[in-house]
C-alpha cells in the first residue's frame, strides 16, 4: 500500500472516523507528520474538531437514552452513521475554506490537489502560502469561517460569548469594564420611547457627575442621537450584554465591578439616588 496525499485526502474522512486498519492508520499518520501539506491539512481539520466533539457527545447521549429506553437500535451503529455524515461535512468545510474566491477554481479544486504536489517544486510555495491562510481561517469556528472577518466579529457579538459590557464613544474609542475599575460606574440603557428615564439619568449626572468617584455611561442600542436636553456621556452598545439591561434600566457597578443595584430608571430611580448618596 503507497500512502500519498491523494490517498490521504481520499481517507479524511476514514482516519478521522478512526475506521482505518491498524496498518493503514500507522503509515498515514507517519505521512501527515512527514508532509507539510498534508499537515496542515490535518490541522485544518482539527481546528473544527470541538464542533465535532460536541456533536458526538451528544449523539453518543442521545444513543445511549435510545438503548436505555429499550430500542432495539444499535448505539454504536446509530452514532457512525451520524458521525460519518458529519465528518464527511466537517472535510467539505476544509476543502471549502480551503478554496481561496480569488483564485481560480481548477487551482484549488480537491481533484486537482495530487497533481499540484507530484508537480515540480516551484509550485510548491504558493500552494503552502494558501495553505497557511487558510488553516488560519479555519481555527475560530464554522460559523465564523464561511464569513468574512468583520462580519465574524459581528456576528460573535451576539453569541453566548458577547461581553458584558463593550461599547465605543462618539470618537470611536471603545470602551470596556476595565476603563471603569475603581469607579462607582452607572450605566443607563437609552429608551428612545421614555422621556423619562433620560431625564432621570440627566437628574442623577447632574447631582452626582462631578463627583470624582462617580462614572455615568449612557448607552444607546441603536446609535440613536442623544436625547435633548442632556449633558451624560452617550455611548454605542457593540454587542455586549450590558448585564441583561434592557432599554430604559440601569446597573450600578462598585468599583470592583460588582453589581450593587439595578432596576428601572424610572420606577427605582428613588432607590439608585439614594444608593449613589450611600457611596
Ligand atoms: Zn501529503
Known amino acids: 500500500m503507497t500512502v500519498d496525499c491523494q490517498w490521504i485526502e481520499k481517507n479524511l474522512e476514514a482516519l478521522f472516523c478512526d475506521t482505518l486498519s491498524p496498518e493503514q492508520n500507522r503509515i498515514a499518520r507517519a505521512h501527515i507528520e512527514s508532509c507539510d501539506s498534508c499537515g496542515k491539512e490535518v490541522a485544518a481539520l482539527k481546528a473544527i474538531d470541538p464542533l465535532v466533539k460536541r456533536y458526538f457527545q451528544s449523539e453518543l447521549d442521545r444513543a445511549l437514552r435510545v438503548r436505555v429506553a429499550g430500542r432495539r437500535l444499535p448505539a454504536s451503529r446509530f452514532l457512525g452513521l451520524g458521525s ?8 467539505l468545510l476544509v476543502f471549502a475554506l480551503r478554496t481561496p474566491p480569488q483564485r481560480p477554481a481548477t487551482a484549488a479544486s480537491s481533484s486537482v490537489q495530487g497533481t499540484t504536489e507530484s508537480q515540480s517544486s516551484e509550485a510548491t ?5 494558501t495553505d497557511a491562510v487558510n488553516v488560519e481561517r479555519a481555527k475560530p469556528d464554522a460559523s465564523a469561517s464561511v464569513e468574512p472577518p468583520q462580519t465574524a466579529r459581528a456576528a460573535a457579538a451576539t453569541n453566548e460569548n458577547a461581553p458584558q459590557f463593550l461599547v465605543t464613544d462618539p470618537a470611536g474609542y471603545s470602551r470596556t469594564l476595565s476603563d471603569y475599575r475603581g469607579y462607582v460606574l452607572v450605566i443607563g440603557v437609552l429608551n428612545v420611547r421614555q422621556a423619562d428615564s433620560a431625564s432621570n439619568l440627566e437628574r442623577l449626572y447632574k447631582a452626582f457627575g462631578s463627583n470624582p468617584k462617580f462614572r455615568f455611561v449612557a448607552v444607546s442600542l441603536d446609535r440613536q442621537p442623544r436625547p435633548a436636553e442632556t449633558t451624560f456621556p452617550v455611548t454605542y452598545n457593540e454587542g455586549s450584554t450590558l448585564f441583561g439591561a434592557k432599554p430604559g434600566d440601569f446597573v450600578l457597578l462598585d468599583q470592583t465591578g460588582s453589581i450593587q443595584l439595578r432596576g428601572s430608571l424610572v420606577k427605582d430611580y428613588d432607590s439608585l439616588f439614594k444608593r449613589l448618596q450611600e457611596n
Do not use: C, D, I, R
Not at 125 to 129: A, F, G
Open 84 to 91: 460519518a455524515a458529519l465528518v464527511a461535512a466537517s472535510v
Open 125 to 129: 510555495p504558493v500552494v503552502k502560502s
